[in-house]
C-alpha cells in the first residue's frame, strides 16, 4: 500500500488518448529489496539440537535512492530517519527471513528457540520490522539491544541496513534451545554457526570530504625575491625550503600544508 499513490498528469499519446502519469509516492512500507532469502531452522531429536541450511543467495543492501528514486518514506514513520533519503538514507534489505523446515520434529517440552547473532560489522544494523503496526524495534545488539531473540517458530523478516556504498557485510548467527523452566540454554541444543552475506549499493549521491590542513599565508608581492621556508624548532632547527606551489585565497598567496607537516615555524627568505 501506499500513501498518495499518485497524482495524474493528462499526456496524449500517438494514438491520441491521455493515459495519467506517475509522480512520486510516500511508502507505508519497507520495501523487501528483492525476493525472500530463507534460512530455514529444523530441531533433529535424534541428536537433541538445531539445525539451520541457508539460502546461497546474497541479498544486496539498497538504498531507497537506487530502488525507489522517486519515492519517500513518511516523516512520521519509525524508519524515516534511518532509511528515507532525507535523512540517513541507509542501505537495507528484508530477504533474509527465518522459517521453520517443515521436516521438524517437536521441540521438547518447556523448551524455546532462540537466535542469536555471534558477530557483524558494527555498521551493519538489524531491526524488527513490522507494517501493521508499525514496528522499528533494534535487535541483535543494534543500538545496545540483546544479541539474541526468542524467535515463535512463524516466519521472520527483520530488516538489515548500512550505510550506502559498495561494501560487503557479513554476520554469523546461531539458533539454540532454552529451558523455559530454568531460563538457561539446554546443553548441546545450539546448531551450528551459520555466516550471512551482503553487497551493498551506492546511492549515486556525490561522496563529500572533510580534511584539516595548515594553511601560511604571504602578501602577494612578496613572491618575487623571496621564498618561504620551515624548520621543525627555532632553536637549532634546520630551515629548508617549502616547495608546495602557492596558490591564491581570498587575495593572498599562501601554500597549503598537509596536517602531519614535521615544521612547525616558518619564515621568508630574501634571495637577491
Known amino acids: 500500500m501506499q500513501k498518495n499513490i499518485y497524482r495524474s498528469l493528462l499526456v496524449l499519446t500517438g494514438a491520441g488518448c491521455f493515459v495519467p502519469a506517475l509522480f512520486a509516492a510516500t511508502l507505508t512500507q519497507v520495501p523487501m529489496q528483492g525476493g525472500m532469502v530463507m534460512p530455514m ?9 538445531l ?13 531507497l535512492l537506487a530502488s525507489n528514486p522517486a519515492d519517500n518514506f513518511d516523516p512520521a514513520d519509525p524508519w524515516f530517519d534511518a532509511l528515507d533519503p532525507a535523512r540517513e538514507g541507509r542501505a537495507f534489505s528484508r530477504r533474509y527471513g527465518f522459517v521453520m523446515d517443515a521436516v521438524t520434529d517437536p521441540l521438547p517440552a518447556n523448551t524455546q528457540i532462540w537466535i542469536r547473532k555471534l558477530s557483524g560489522a558494527p555498521e551493519l544494523g538489524v531491526y524488527r520490522y513490522a507494517a501493521t503496526p508499525e514496528t522499528w524495534q533494534p535487535i541483535f545488539g543494534t543500538d545496545g539491544a540483546t544479541n ?10 527483520p530488516c538489515f541496513t548500512a550505510p550506502a556504498g559498495t561494501n560487503s557485510y557479513a554476520a554469523t548467527f546461531q539458533a539454540y534451545l532454552l529451558d523455559t523452566t530454568t531460563g538457561l540454554e539446554v546443553p548441546d541444543s545450539a546448531s551450528g554457526v551459520v555466516t550471512s552475506h551482503w553487497t551493498s549499493v551506492p546511492d549515486g549521491r556525490p561522496t563529500l570530504g572533510l580534511g584539516q590542513r595548515i594553511v601560511v599565508f604571504y602578501p602577494g608581492d612578496t613572491t618575487t625575491n623571496w621564498s618561504l621556508e620551515g624548520a621543525d624548532a627555532l632553536s637549532g632547527g634546520t630551515w ?10 581570498e587575495g ?3 601554500v597549503v600544508l598537509e596536517p602531519g607537516e614535521a615544521r612547525k615555524f616558518f619564515r621568508m627568505k630574501y634571495t637577491p
Not at 41 to 49: C, N, P
Not at 240 to 249: E, G
Open 148 to 157: 539474541a531473540l526468542y524467535w515463535n517458530g512463524m516466519m521472520f523478516h
Open 252 to 254: 593572498q598567496a599562501a
Open 240 to 249: 629548508s625550503s617549502v616547495t608546495n606551489a602557492p596558490v591564491s585565497i
Open 51 to 63: 539445525h539451520i541450511m541457508m539460502d546461497t543467495n546474497i541479498p544486496a543492501l539498497t538504498p
Open 41 to 49: 531452522i529444523a530441531y533433529h531429536a535424534e541428536h537433541g539440537h
